[in-house]
């Protein structure tokens, strides 16, 4: 009994509670009124296609709609109320938890106020909905969905397929490891208090990232301009093709990637691995060239590899990397990909790109240092938020069982 016991206890636990948790499948907290059926969205001829999408309405939520415990409604499609209230399943309320269980697995949100009358899931996503809030509360339901144990069991059982998936019947599998109400609610409580956090960390960064965007803009339209230690203006801003101001625009040459080595190696995700020799030293703008990234810009310094699958852009100043990458982001150059079987942009599309610069390495350097500040506090904050969901994590391994 002393073994069970251990074994059905989490690592870390609050004071006062000594109680082993209870381990139920999904099926069974059914069968005993813990929850409803969960239901996920209508398939087959009921399921809505995008031909009855319209620009108001209900939320269809997929699985892509939900993420880091968020329902993203301003990405959601939406359907007439007419359609959604004619369909058989999937209404969702206040008060759900939501589990994505198709294509990407696993992001849990839990349904707060809303403005809709319900909102419709899609065969994508799952509804978990409490019946017998004395036994289990939805909080700490969707706290326990993100803990790592469930996570791995919703792998396993979702992999074998050429798209992660895991059905209705699948997830009545699944086990679910529940204390007594109190422990719920003090677990649920403390791990809300991390999101609180995680959410306002997130919320500065996004505001952050809004507000250098719309500086770029400006700066680089010349609605906002610096101006001389004398108070007078710069000179007129050249406007130049990239190829002609830069010292070379061209694809990596990169290869030997090994687990260990001095060298970072970037590819078109970023770093991908390191290499006992580096190909390139200085400051430089990547490029991701073909693939789900093309378009995607970064910055590389010091001594590196570049691979093939990469644009790499070798400039004649710090500064202008930073002038000419600032530039080459308001371009948004994803839009310049081309290819529907495999996305890409060229180095020719780089180098006839049209870039304004000031013509004086002062103006240069004003520029430059204010938007480095900016990119400082970013870092900052994207540091943080690293380092809270790494706490996070720490917390979910231990505080379930």
Same mark, same amino acid.
């Given at each position: 009994?002393?073994?069970?016991?251990?074994?059905?206890?989490?690592?870390?636990?609050?004071?006062?509670?000594?109680?082993?948790? @209870?381990?139920?499948?999904?099926?069974?907290?059914?069968?005993? /009124?813990?929850?409803?059926?969960?239901?996920?969205?209508?398939?087959?001829?009921?399921?809505?296609?995008?031909?009855?999408?319209?620009?108001?309405?209900?939320?269809? %939520?997929?699985?892509?709609?939900?993420?880091? #415990?968020?329902?993203?409604?301003?990405?959601? &499609?939406?359907?007439?109320?007419? @359609?959604?209230?004619?369909?058989?399943?999937?209404?969702?309320?206040?008060?759900?938890? *939501?589990?994505?269980?198709?294509?990407? %697995?696993? !992001?849990?949100?839990?349904?707060?106020?809303?403005?809709?009358?319900?909102?419709?899931?899609?065969?994508?996503?799952?509804?978990?909905?409490?019946?017998?809030?004395?036994?289990?509360?939805?909080?700490?339901?969707?706290?326990?969905?993100?803990?790592?144990?469930?996570?791995?069991?919703?792998?396993?059982?979702?992999?074998?397929?050429?798209?992660?998936?895991?059905?209705?019947?699948?997830?009545? =599998? *699944?086990?679910?490891?529940?204390?007594?109400? =109190?422990? +719920?609610?003090?677990?649920?409580?403390?791990?809300?208090?991390?999101?609180?956090?995680?959410? +306002?960390?997130?919320?500065?960064?996004?505001?952050?990232?809004?507000?250098?965007?719309?500086?770029?803009?400006?700066?680089?339209?010349?609605?906002?301009?610096?101006?001389? &230690?004398? #108070?007078?203006?710069?000179? &007129?801003? !050249?406007?130049?093709?990239?190829?002609?101001? %830069?010292?070379?625009?061209?694809?990596?040459?990169?290869?030997?990637?090994?687990? %260990?080595?001095?060298?970072?190696?970037?590819?078109?995700?970023?770093?991908? $691995?390191?290499?006992?020799?580096?190909?390139?030293?200085?400051?430089?703008?990547?490029?991701?060239?073909? $693939?789900?990234?093309?378009?995607?810009?970064?910055?590389?310094?010091?001594?590196?590899?570049?691979?093939?699958?990469?644009?790499?852009?070798?400039?004649?100043? &710090? /500064? /202008?990397?930073?002038?000419?990458?600032?530039?080459?982001?308001?371009?948004?150059?994803?839009?310049?990909?081309? $290819?529907? #079987? +495999?996305?890409?942009?060229?180095?020719?599309?780089? =180098?006839?790109?049209?870039?304004?610069?000031?013509?004086?390495?002062?103006? +240069?350097?004003?520029?430059?240092?204010? @938007?480095?500040?900016?990119?400082?506090?970013?870092?900052?904050?994207?540091?943080?938020?690293?380092?809270?969901?790494?706490?996070?994590?720490? *917390? @979910?391994?231990? *505080?379930?069982?």
């Amino acid at each position: 009994m002393s073994k069970k016991l251990k074994k059905n206890v989490p690592v870390l636990r609050f004071p006062d509670f000594i109680e082993p948790w @209870l381990i139920k499948s999904v099926s069974e907290l059914v069968k005993e /009124n813990f929850i409803y059926k969960p239901l996920d969205g209508n398939h087959g001829n009921l399921h809505p296609t995008s031909f009855d999408y319209v620009k108001s309405g209900i939320p269809f %939520v997929m699985s892509n709609n939900i993420q880091n #415990g968020v329902i993203k409604y301003s990405e959601c &499609p939406y359907i007439s109320e007419d @359609l959604a209230r004619s369909l058989q399943k999937g209404f969702s309320k206040e008060g759900d938890v *939501l589990l994505t269980h198709k294509g990407t %697995v696993g !992001e849990v949100a839990i349904v707060g106020p809303t403005p809709f009358p319900f909102i419709m899931l899609t065969p994508q996503v799952t509804y978990y909905r409490v019946k017998n809030l004395k036994l289990l509360s939805n909080l700490f339901l969707a706290s326990f969905f993100v803990s790592s144990n469930f996570q791995k069991m919703l792998k396993v059982l979702a992999a074998g397929g050429t798209r992660p998936y895991i059905g209705i019947t699948e997830q009545g =599998k *699944l086990n679910i490891s529940i204390p007594s109400v =109190k422990e +719920q609610e003090k677990i649920a409580s403390f791990l809300g208090a991390v999101d609180t956090r995680l959410n +306002q960390l997130r919320r500065k960064l996004e505001d952050l990232q809004t507000y250098k965007r719309g500086v770029m803009q400006k700066l680089f339209s010349q609605q906002i301009r610096f101006t001389q &230690p004398d #108070g007078s203006p710069f000179p &007129p801003w !050249e406007k130049k093709k990239l190829e002609d101001i %830069v010292d070379s625009v061209s694809s990596g040459r990169s290869k030997a990637i090994k687990e %260990v080595g001095d060298y970072p190696v970037y590819g078109s995700t970023g770093i991908i $691995g390191t290499s006992e020799m580096g190909d390139y030293s200085g400051e430089a703008i990547l490029i991701a060239r073909v $693939g789900a990234n093309a378009g995607k810009i970064s910055h590389a310094s010091g001594v590196y590899g570049v691979t093939d699958n990469t644009i790499i852009i070798k400039v004649k100043s &710090p /500064n /202008n990397v930073y002038l000419f990458r600032t530039q080459l982001e308001i371009k948004r150059l994803n839009s310049m990909v081309f $290819g529907s #079987g +495999q996305p890409l942009i060229t180095g020719t599309q780089i =180098k006839k790109l049209e870039i304004i610069f000031p013509s004086l390495h002062e103006e +240069q350097e004003k520029i430059a240092n204010f @938007l480095t500040t900016i990119d400082c506090k970013i870092e900052t904050l994207s540091r943080q938020i690293d380092q809270t969901e790494q706490f996070k994590k720490g *917390l @979910l391994q231990k *505080l379930f069982v």
